[in-house]
Each structure stands twice: as C-alpha cells, then as structure tokens.
C-alpha cells in the first residue's frame, strides 16, 4: 500500500478506529498524491513569477488562452475564472461561501466540528465517493422502498453493495422510524451499515416532521450503541424546498457529534436549491470531532476525484460562486420557492377535493419536487402509456401501483388540467380492462 494511504489510515485509526472500519477496500488504499503534478504546479504557481511551464493549460497575454467566440458569450466573466482548471476540491471561495450557507440555514450545525465542504460533479458524483469509500461487496445499504433508483446502480452495481429496504411510511402515513431501526439492527452481525436519508424524498416528495426526525437519530444512535459501525448519509438534492410540517434543517446537524460509531455524510448541491442543474455543482462535507479525521477524509475524497474526474468544471463553480455573493440572491430564491410551494398547495387542495378518491390515494408529501399517487386498481404502467401516448402527457411508473408526477415542472395554473386528464387516463384503463 502506498505510504500516503497507509499515513492516512494510521490517522484515522488512531483518531476513530471506527471510522477506519467503515472505509471500504479502495477507501483504505485511495489517497492524493503529494508529490505529483498538481503538487509540483500549485508550488510553482506560488512561487514561479518570472516563467511557470508545470500546467497543462496554455495562456496567451497573460491570460489563458480562449476563443473569442466562447469568450464573448461570458463577457461579464474574468478568463482566469473560467478556463484554467480549478483545484481538485473546488474553488476555495466557493467551498467557502456554501459552508456559511450550510451553517445558516442548519443553525444546528452550530458548535459542531464539520469539514469544509468538498465540491462534486452534483450529487450522484458525492454519491459515488460515497460508495467508493465506503462500501464494499455484502455491505448493506439501507434505504426506505420510496427510493431513486441511482442508488442502486452507485452502492450496488458499481459495489457490489447490498440494497436493505424498509417500508417508508408507517401505518400512521409517518416516517417509518421503526422500519429503520428494525433495519439497522439486522446488521448487527455485519456491525456495519449505510443509511441514506434523502429528505425531501425522491419520489414522494416527503420530509419527516421534527419528532420523526428525532426518532430517526434515536435509532442510528442505539445501533451505534449496540456496536454497529453507521455511515449516515444525508442526500439533500431538495434542500430547502420544506413547505410544511417537516423538519425545515438537514439531519446532518444532529447527527454531527452524535456518536463515534456514527460517520454523517452530507451530499447535497447547487442543482436543485438553485435550480441549475445542468451546471453539475455538488459538495460532500464531512462531521467528526476530530480535525485529523476530517483532512484526511478530504484527503482520499480528493484521491477518489484525482483517480476519476480529477476535477469539475471551472465556469459552473464561478457561477454559482457570483450568485451567492449577489445582493439579490435571497430574495430571488424566496420568489421561486414561493412558486414551488404554491404548486404543491394547489396540487394537495385537488387531490383533498374528493373528486378523485374512487381511483386512487396519495402518498403524504410536504416538500420537494414530486409526489406519488397510489393507483386503487390499475397498474402505473398502463396509465403511464395512456397517458403518454393519449395525451402526451408524461408521468413516471413505479412498481405496480405508484405514479408520480413532478409538480415542479408544472404551471400552476395546469395542475387542475394535468390531474383531470391524469383521472381520465386511469378511468380508460379502468373499462378497457372489464
């Protein structure tokens, strides 16, 4: 094993031997080169005034070189901020500014010692490091059957990870605590285990009230009590989207610090919070008391980045960069949520209206993005098609009776049409199949 990599785990081993458990096969052996390239050009670039031939981009008048084509549709943008590579962990202004905005908006995460976050290509990518960290073959992944199903391609095709599902909703239509925690203690011969919290959810648009959210962290902390290594990853793609009755924090803030069983991941991004999704901007930050932890975890996250995209892209995190530090930022922010939010509202004033109730039920939904309609008696598939070929209207099936629908692409004043026609489609399957 590489003497950096062995630094690194002796680190860790010595500081938590519990989280060193957690580290997968490739998490033990992955660490960032010292002495390499990038290394030897970030040492150059700081001291190289006269000539710096180390990196591989090319400049022209001392700027890098670009097209004027490219250039002028960025005009408002310096060259430097845009074409030159940026450090394999992000702009250092920009992991900046999102651990001041985390913190903000997770008040919880005051007084807790938590790394800088690390940027990502979005989160499927903070996902994948994740995975490559930490699971190994046979490891379990816990997740609720309400799920997106990219977890089972990151955690078990590319892993060898074995997906643990537990019922989302208990019979009460609340977060299924005890699922959870029923699922996590059938470990405890492994004493090992990853749990993703995705809250809001993916797909039913639901986020766990504040007494949920406590009997969430009860849970991981008595299985970290009863001798079982946690990875606890807290997927937040749909931050802040919370309209009402659920947590309005990440669980990351209280699972910081809770227990030296337990590691909290937090994966979340620009994508969805900022409605960018096409700039691929994501960040992995990682909670434990010890400051040695935290570097070197940063350190194989970064040997993970090195060894798969080396680093993302430059003009994204510039974007995103300018508009945090916009005056207008929050206030631009709060008038599309106020959007987002009054569709959800119209989508739950029809669904309660009764005119619906004889062909399906609705899962509870109070955030996010989505929501997912409970067919009675016809098949999501079939609806699905009808609906698409039909109408062109487009849904998505899961399993046999779940559709869901994103409200979020939705004009408000469409929702009623989209829902009537969607009812039409289930009444047309419904006498084609007598």
Known sequence: MNPLAEALNATIERENSHVFAMLSSLGKAIYFPKEGILSQSAEAKAKAKKYNATIGIATENGQPMHLKVIQDTLSAYNPKDLYEYAPPAGKP???TAWRSKMLKENPSLANKNYGNPVVTNALTHGLSIVADLFADAGDAVIIPNKNWENYELTFGIRRGAVMVEYPLYNSENRFNAQGLREALFAQKDKGKAIVVLNFPNNPTGYTPGAEEGREIVAALNDAAEAGINVVAVTDDAYFGLFFEGSMHESLFGQLAGLHPRVLPIKVDGATKEEYVWGFRVGFITYADPSDAVLSALEQ???????????SGPHPSQTFVLKALQAPEF????????AIMK????????LLDSGRFGDVWSYYPFNSGYFMCLKLNSVEAETVRTRLLDEYQIGTIALGKSDLRVAFSCIEEENLEELFDTIYKAVRDVTVASK
Do not use: C, H, M
């Not at 929050?330 to 949520?337: D, V």
């Not at 009054?342 to 004033?349: L, Q």
């Open 300 to 310: 194989k996250t970064l040997g993970i980045i090195r060894a798969t995209i080396s």
């Open 330 to 337: 929050e206030a631009q922010k709060e008038e599309k949520f």
């Open 93 to 95: 202004e920009l992991r």
């Open 342 to 349: 009054a569709r959800a509202n119209r989508v739950k004033d």
